[in-house]
């Protein structure tokens, strides 16, 4: 592979936090990951970026029902989709979530420059909005409901700041007419050009009804509005104002539902042109899953979720059916019934079969050695040709993503192979030197055939076919294969293999369903178990050393350098201090009992560290959000705040 790779940057949607990842938001995710894997192979320097959409009026709802300031509530739902993310070993490479302070400077910078620009004014805006959408209705009246999710829309007039989208209607069909890749599939184009040929109107990027968001420097209570905030965490990621230090912008492909398009091909180049930044050079926009021919989404309730996926036919399983089943780009329908049928043929009994066959054969003839054949037969011949012509075609299919195109001839090899065996029937040979040699040939070809189907299926089954080449004996990952160096004919002989396995046990289809759909109505278990609570009372048995805790159980404090803006004192409250601290993505106030050691006045401008994921509570009637760290010092626990000796960037994270 070249010294210098060539970089690849991909992204999934950034999705909202106000649910747990279903099986749309799956596929999203396993399709970058498919093709994070696949270029990897093919030689580049690949970064995948996914994360979480955190700000707006949906998440200050969420978090004021769920009792939990807003910080602590996207904290908790982030954590579980990362970790789902984890638990399914499609964690990508960048985990961004809006709510990051890196984010928010980008957020804002990208602002400064639209504004230098002259493509952002202040206006007023009146529409119909829809809160769990979070988007304005256009041409939606009063009453009128949610085109998107059914739900009724609300009515809103606020002050805004206003991109000037109008200017961008000759540019961006410009930029369409030449880049034909940059909207994908084609029907997507077409629908974009005439949207943008029908006449743009200038969009609202920031809100004041709205507080939970990222402020606009300067002119708070101004926050920034979804999209204009969302769209960015792709630049955010991979290095926000500085992405040239770190060389992956432009993306090469931003991956989303049709659902969200629009935002991707009209709004995101607007705005990246209007800062004078390069453009993504391409969105693909895939197609829904449905549910008895309705989108499957969090607000109908009409989901499945990964988990009971995972845990009865595994991952791998659910990854092949999702880019079998699908048409990438088309909508699909999804079944448990189609599930299990393909688990059963396509795994079970097509690579799970021949992997174990062929292994098991050259065990018990070859004592587990790949044979070394002297001489090939046409039949063998015409195996390696189908195979070595099929490389390329593959290769072809993966690279437009027709991932179930590149599967279904992947598997034909499969098919190919197990009709050879049954043809040339090795276990029927006799035992003379002529026929050994010729089992000999058969067990070669065949076990050559599944090493190759074992690298092209790599991208779409990383845990199974990782198994699959211990099984043959190779050395290293299959992940670490080049894909433009694999030629049939590479097997070495002699090499010893691993021990025959079941990698797709069969299952039966009624109980498999059975057990999925009984999973899928338990509550969704959070991703994380919280930890044991300690025992406390006098029965509680005296522990001999304090209790550890793992870094995850760390990690779920959120630290940050805040300077204090304010402190007073509270009347009738004499321990404590009253303060408004910055912590870079908002102001807080927070309450600390350290009022009979510091005088307000003297705590102006000083850096602190600040617990910033603390529910909010009252002290003495006075709603604190946050807590400020202090040693505790000599038996009176005189508080000494926690400080730092060099200049540190407010909003910081401590860890
Ligand atoms: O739209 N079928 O987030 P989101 C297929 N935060 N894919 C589906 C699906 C379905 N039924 N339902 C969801 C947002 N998806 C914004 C994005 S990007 C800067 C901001 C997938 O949580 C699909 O990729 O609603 C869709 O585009 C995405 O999840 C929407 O995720």
Same mark, same amino acid.
């Given at each position: 592979?070249?010294?210098?790779?060539?970089? %690849?940057?991909?992204?999934?949607?950034?999705? %909202?936090?106000?649910?747990?990842?279903?099986?749309?938001?799956?596929?999203?995710?396993?399709?970058?990951?498919?093709?994070?894997?696949?270029?990897?192979?093919?030689?580049?320097? &690949?970064?995948?970026?996914?994360?979480?959409?955190?700000?707006?009026?949906?998440?200050?709802?969420?978090?004021?029902?769920?009792?939990?300031?807003?910080?602590?509530?996207?904290?908790?739902?982030?954590?579980?989709?990362?970790?789902?993310?984890?638990?399914?070993?499609?964690?990508?490479?960048?985990?961004?979530?809006?709510?990051?302070?890196?984010?928010?400077?980008?957020?804002?910078?990208?602002?400064?420059?639209?504004?230098?620009?002259? %493509?952002?004014?202040?206006?007023?805006?009146?529409?119909?909005?829809?809160? %769990?959408?979070?988007?304005?209705?256009?041409?939606?009246?009063?009453?009128?409901?949610?085109?998107?999710?059914?739900?009724?829309?609300?009515?809103?007039?606020?002050?805004?700041?206003?991109?000037?989208?109008?200017?961008?209607?000759?540019?961006?069909?410009?930029?369409?007419?030449?880049?034909?890749?940059?909207?994908?599939?084609?029907?997507?184009?077409?629908?974009?050009?005439?949207?943008?040929?029908?006449?743009?109107?200038?969009?609202?990027?920031?809100?004041?009804?709205?507080?939970?968001?990222?402020?606009?420097?300067?002119?708070?209570?101004?926050?920034?509005?979804?999209?204009?905030?969302?769209?960015?965490?792709?630049?955010?990621?991979?290095?926000?104002?500085?992405?040239?230090?770190?060389?992956?912008?432009?993306?090469?492909?931003?991956?989303?539902?049709?659902?969200?398009?629009?935002?991707?091909?009209?709004?995101?180049?607007?705005?990246?042109?209007?800062?004078?930044?390069?453009?993504?050079?391409?969105?693909? $926009?895939?197609?829904?899953?449905?549910?008895?021919?309705?989108?499957?989404?969090?607000?109908?309730?009409?989901?499945?979720?990964?988990?009971?996926?995972?845990? &009865?036919?595994?991952?791998?399983?659910?990854?092949?059916?999702?880019?079998?089943?699908?048409?990438?780009?088309?909508?699909?329908?999804?079944?448990?019934?189609?599930?299990?049928?393909?688990?059963?043929?396509?795994?079970?009994?097509?690579?799970?079969?021949?992997?174990?066959?062929?292994?098991?054969?050259?065990?018990?003839?070859?004592?587990?050695?790949?044979?070394?054949?002297?001489?090939?037969?046409?039949?063998?011949?015409?195996?390696?040709?189908?195979?070595?012509?099929?490389?390329?075609?593959?290769?072809?299919?993966?690279?437009?993503?027709?991932?179930?195109?590149?599967?279904?001839?992947?598997?034909?090899?499969?098919?190919?192979?197990?009709?050879?065996?049954?043809?040339?029937?090795?276990?029927?040979?006799?035992?003379?030197?002529?026929?050994?040699?010729?089992? $000999?040939?058969?067990?070669?070809?065949?076990?050559?055939?599944?090493?190759?189907?074992?690298?092209?299926?790599?991208?779409?089954?990383?845990?199974?076919?990782?198994?699959?080449?211990?099984?043959?004996?190779? $050395?290293?990952?299959?992940?670490?294969?080049?894909?433009?160096?694999?030629?049939?004919?590479?097997?070495?002989?002699?090499?010893?293999?691993?021990?025959?396995?079941?990698?797709?046990?069969?299952?039966?289809?009624?109980?498999?369903?059975?057990?999925?759909?009984?999973?899928?109505?338990?509550?969704?278990?959070?991703?994380?178990?919280?930890?044991?609570?300690?025992?406390?009372?006098?029965?509680?048995?005296?522990?001999?050393?304090?209790?550890?805790?793992?870094?995850?159980?760390?990690?779920?404090?959120?630290?940050?350098?805040?300077?204090?803006?304010?402190?007073?004192?509270?009347?009738?409250?004499?321990?404590?201090?009253?303060?408004?601290?910055?912590?870079?993505?908002?102001?807080?106030?927070?309450?600390?009992?350290?009022?009979?050691?510091?005088?307000?006045?003297?705590?102006?401008?000083?850096?602190?560290?600040?617990?910033?994921?603390?529910?909010?509570?009252?002290?003495?009637?006075?709603?604190?959000?946050?807590?400020?760290?202090?040693?505790?010092?000599?038996?009176?626990?005189?508080?000494?705040?926690?400080?730092?000796?060099?200049?540190?960037?407010?909003?910081?994270?401590?860890?």
């Amino acid at each position: 592979m070249p010294a210098n790779k060539p970089k %690849y940057y991909l992204t999934t949607p950034i999705y %909202y936090t106000n649910g747990l990842p279903h099986i749309g938001h799956t596929y999203s995710t396993i399709v970058c990951d498919t093709i994070r894997r696949y270029k990897r192979m093919r030689g580049y320097d &690949v970064v995948m970026t996914t994360g979480t959409d955190e700000h707006g009026v949906n998440v200050e709802r969420a978090a004021k029902k769920a009792g939990v300031s807003e910080t602590e509530f996207v904290a908790k739902m982030a954590a579980e989709w990362r970790a789902l993310w984890d638990d399914l070993g499609i964690q990508g490479d960048e985990f961004i979530r809006t709510t990051d302070l890196k984010h928010a400077h980008t957020v804002q910078w990208l602002f400064r420059l639209c504004r230098e620009n002259g %493509y952002v004014y202040k206006g007023h805006y009146t529409g119909q909005y829809c809160i %769990y959408d979070n988007a304005f209705v256009s041409d939606a009246k009063p009453g009128d409901n949610c085109p998107d999710c059914g739900r009724p829309t609300e009515t809103l007039t606020e002050e805004n700041y206003f991109f000037k989208l109008t200017a961008f209607q000759k540019p961006l069909l410009d930029l369409y007419r030449k880049n034909p890749n940059f909207i994908q599939p084609e029907t997507r184009r077409n629908e974009i050009i005439s949207f943008v040929e029908g006449g743009l109107k200038d969009l609202s990027i920031t809100r004041t009804t709205i507080r939970w968001g990222i402020p606009v420097p300067g002119e708070e209570p101004h926050v920034f509005y979804v999209w204009f905030d969302a769209l960015t965490a792709y630049l955010s990621a991979v290095g926000g104002p500085e992405y040239e230090r770190r060389g992956y912008w432009p993306a090469d492909v931003h991956l989303v539902g049709k659902d969200i398009i629009r935002f991707h091909t009209v709004y995101w180049p607007a705005f990246l042109m209007a800062a004078m930044l390069p453009l993504p050079r391409q969105v693909w $926009a895939h197609g829904w899953f449905l549910m008895d021919s309705t989108k499957m989404s969090k607000s109908k309730g009409n989901v499945v979720h990964p988990r009971p996926i995972v845990d &009865v036919v595994g991952m791998d399983a659910l990854r092949y059916f999702l880019l079998r089943e699908i048409v990438f780009g088309q909508d699909g329908s999804f079944s448990y019934d189609a599930l299990v049928t393909r688990y059963n043929s396509d795994l079970a009994n097509g690579l799970g079969n021949l992997a174990s066959r062929t292994a098991a054969m050259i065990e018990k003839n070859f004592s587990g050695k790949i044979p070394n054949p002297d001489s090939f037969q046409p039949q063998d011949e015409a195996l390696a040709k189908q195979v070595q012509s099929a490389i390329g075609e593959a290769l072809e299919h993966f690279d437009k993503f027709a991932f179930s195109r590149a599967l279904e001839l992947i598997w034909s090899l499969i098919a190919l192979a197990d009709k050879y065996l049954a043809a040339e029937q090795p276990w029927a040979l006799g035992t003379s030197d002529a026929d050994a040699q010729r089992r $000999a040939a058969i067990l070669w070809t065949a076990a050559e055939a599944l090493r190759v189907v074992t690298v092209l299926a790599h991208p779409v089954l990383p845990e199974s076919t990782e198994k699959v080449w211990t099984l043959l004996g190779q $050395a290293g990952h299959v992940s670490s294969q080049d894909l433009d160096g694999l030629r049939w004919g590479r097997l070495e002989p002699g090499i010893l293999i691993g021990k025959s396995q079941t990698l797709f046990p069969r299952i039966e289809k009624a109980e498999a369903i059975e057990r999925m759909e009984a999973m899928e109505n338990e509550p969704q278990k959070p991703a994380a178990a919280p930890a044991p609570a300690a025992p406390t009372g006098a029965a509680a048995a005296p522990q001999a050393a304090p209790e550890k805790i793992g870094i995850e159980d760390f990690a779920k404090v959120e630290m940050r350098v805040g300077q204090i803006r304010t402190a007073e004192r509270i009347v009738g409250a004499d321990k404590l201090l009253k303060l408004t601290v910055d912590i870079g993505t908002e102001i807080r106030q927070i309450c600390a009992g350290i009022a009979q050691y510091y005088e307000p006045e003297t705590l102006i401008g000083r850096k602190v560290a600040v617990v910033v994921n603390l529910a909010p509570r009252k002290l003495r009637g006075v709603e604190s959000n946050g807590m400020l760290i202090a040693a505790s010092v000599g038996p009176e626990g005189r508080p000494v705040l926690a400080g730092f000796h060099e200049d540190v960037e407010i909003g910081s994270r401590l860890k």
